[in-house]
């Protein structure tokens, strides 16, 4: 949060579970932002890095056809199919 309040880049958010509320505090921290302070939030711990990481790549992706074409690579790799209506 305090990222996104001095930059005008994309900020995404992931919440740690360092606290008795197991993530559940920075979870309403981060996606509480005041107007015009966006932050992409992901999920707590792990999962929700590893899935912000993936994110950050389709964001870049936006940019560099070479990127995206590494990206739908890796994904006819695993059997992932798009959801968006392509086959």
Do not use: C, Y
């Amino acid at each position: 949060g305090a990222m996104a309040a001095h930059s005008r880049l994309p900020v995404l958010g992931v919440p740690l579970a360092s606290s008795p509320l197991l993530g559940f505090d920075a979870l309403l921290s981060t996606v509480q932002m005041p107007k015009g302070v966006p932050v992409g939030t992901l999920g707590v711990g792990a999962w929700g890095a590893r899935n912000a990481a993936h994110l950050a790549l389709r964001i870049l992706a936006l940019g560099d056809p070479v990127l995206a074409r590494r990206l739908e690579r890796g994904a006819a790799g695993r059997g992932a199919r798009p959801r968006d209506g392509r086959r």
